[in-house]
């Protein structure tokens, strides 16, 4: 399957739920899709995950003599490494599931293929395999599974070096045990994701210390959602590293999750501001303006909320960003960012969503610039103390910072009245 650019953006934009696809990945995107050639699930449009490129300098050492395909892919080619290194029938057994994996793919097998690491673990022994197939060059993890041995994904080497190789495989019945080869570079483990009272995120990485190729972490058991993420050092969504074989655990039931209904929403006297329609143009807030809010290294999924952008002008003249971000089963957060002329985007505001209450986004700014409400698909009207109700519109509203009461009137017919409060 070929994708075009706007493909690719809209499957970034519904995975991630909160950033801005840059160009450059873009490209990535293509050599990682183009790469893979066996995935058990297929789970592109439910993941949030990073395509990151993983250069090598010791460790497991990649090369390459940088002539025509398929030579021109790198491939593992030091002596295997790990406890079981010396192990011939393990190795034999190893061979022999690479082997019948092509052989199910229809591929054929040029040589015998390199094991790369062989070491036991909690789960039991496992591998990392680089091979010739009739066509190119690829890598992959074996793992353990009452069967013996069996390949877990195939990933196609080519030009673009270790760009998108998986570096680690969750292995064992409950996925509690995580296995992370040494590229060369410092590596970074957190075992779970938590929310600041304001809906920032919070991890705790430590280094992680390899030897003899290869690190075998405890991790708590990921059968339904990932909380595990390993980056290279920096920490960044940038460094982080792909975990193979998730997908039984992003998407167990084997099919990508329906797209979040997307509401965008312009509201009056933005445009004046804006310069432009940002809501026509899809602007999203940029990814170091929120970055505090995503997670530096994990994959999620997302439980199917809604997700919300609107647009528009606080009294003071300032550009208004109004975006959500939710993972995996997680509460829904929602943050506002302003910008003056000429000037970044900068979190004021956060709170979570309730999208069940009459009002589900009410979320007061900083400087008496206002109260911004939202609720789909109603008409929305305010008042100060006692007074006259005032009309506000429909689904999302900057009301001014004095309002107390909010009137939300449904599609059903239903009329709620919810105090503003602080």
Not at 90 to 117: C, D, F, I, T
Not at 213 to 231: D, E, F, N
Not at 344 to 357: M, R
């Amino acid at each position: 399957m070929t994708m075009n650019d706007s493909e690719v953006r809209e499957i970034l934009r519904r995975a991630t739920d909160d950033l801005a696809v840059p160009a450059e990945l873009l490209a990535a995107v293509r050599r990682g899709g183009g790469r893979r050639l066996v995935r058990r699930r297929a789970v592109l449009a439910a993941v949030c995950v990073a395509v990151v490129a993983l250069p090598v300098a010791g460790g497991l050492r990649l090369a390459g003599d940088g002539g025509a395909a398929p030579a021109v892919a790198p491939l593992f080619d030091e002596p295997t490494r790990g406890d079981l290194a010396d192990d011939d029938g393990y190795l034999r057994q190893v061979r022999e599931a690479w082997e019948r994996q092509l052989k199910q793919m229809g591929e054929g097998m040029r040589g015998e293929p390199h094991v790369v690491w062989a070491g036991n673990t909690p789960a039991g022994p496992a591998a990392y395999v680089a091979g010739d197939t009739t066509n190119d060059r690829s890598v992959g993890f074996v793992e353990p599974t009452a069967d013996g041995p069996r390949v877990d994904t195939l990933t196609r080497l080519d030009d673009s070096g270790t760009d998108g190789l998986e570096q680690a495989a969750l292995l064992g019945s409950q996925r509690d045990v995580l296995l992370v080869l040494d590229f060369g570079q410092q590596v970074e483990f957190s075992a779970d994701l938590r929310y600041l009272p304001d809906g920032r995120v919070e991890r705790t990485f430590t280094p992680v210390a390899f030897r003899d190729g290869a690190a075998v972490l405890s991790v708590p058991p990921q059968r339904t959602k990932l909380t595990v993420a390993l980056a290279r050092t920096p920490v960044s969504r940038a460094n982080a590293i792909h975990i193979s074989n998730t997908e039984l655990i992003l998407a167990p039931d084997g099919q990508d999750r329906p797209a979040s209904p997307l509401f965008r929403h312009l509201l009056p006297g933005a445009q004046q501001v804006w310069g432009s329609d940002p809501a026509a143009e899809q602007v999203s807030a940029p990814t170091e303006a929120i970055a505090d809010y995503l997670d530096p290294g994990g994959a999620h999924t997302h439980n199917g909320s809604p997700r919300l952008s609107v647009y528009g002008a606080t009294p003071d003249g300032r550009r208004l960003l109004v975006e959500t971000i939710q993972y995996d089963d997680d509460p829904t957060r929602v943050i506002a960012l302003l910008a003056g002329r000429n000037l970044p985007f900068e979190v004021v505001a956060s709170t979570t969503v309730d999208w069940l209450a009459p009002l589900p986004v009410r979320l007061r700014l900083p400087d008496d610039q206002g109260v911004l409400v939202a609720a789909e698909g109603s008409a929305l009207s305010y008042r100060v103390g006692d007074g006259q109700w005032q009309d506000a519109g429909r689904n999302a509203a900057l009301l001014p910072a004095a309002a107390t009461d909010v009137r939300v009137s449904g599609a059903d017919g239903t009329t709620t009245s919810v105090p503003v409060g602080s």
